[in-house]
Nanobody, 127 residues
């Protein structure tokens, strides 16, 4: 069992930056992927980025346009999402989640493949 808790959301202006953190507790396998998803009101949950817990593999959604970075601190059991040049359309609740095996082609983009989820943190970007 894995527990996740997000923090770092808030209200910012367009062009600002935010750093979200995901604190992880429980047993993590090196093959796990820790991903970030977001959900805006009235929209489906959307893949943002994911990174393998052991390192070496990281994927981003196209809309991040190199504005977002994901980093891991395995010693502190945290995964962070650095978001730069934020836009109003980035407004959403951001969730971190863990994806365990099996791993299929592009499964890292599918929220249904992630077994454990945090409650989310609100990010609001004003224009």
């Amino acid at each position: 069992q894995v527990q996740l808790e997000e923090s770092g959301g808030g209200l910012v202006q367009a062009g600002d930056s935010l750093r979200l953190s995901c604190a992880i507790s429980g047993h993590m396998l090196s093959s796990y992927f820790v991903g970030w998803f977001r959900q805006a009101p009235g929209k489906e949950r959307e893949f943002v980025a994911t990174s393998r817990w052991s390192g070496g593999l990281t994927y981003f959604a196209d809309f991040t346009e190199a504005r977002f970075q994901i980093s891991r601190d395995n010693a502190k059991n945290t995964v962070s999402l650095q978001m730069n040049s934020l836009k109003p359309e980035d407004t959403a609740v951001y969730h971190c989640a863990v994806h365990g095996p099996p791993y299929r082609s592009n499964s890292y983009r599918d929220p249904r493949e992630y077994e454990f989820w945090g409650q989310g943190t609100q990010v609001t970007v004003s224009s």
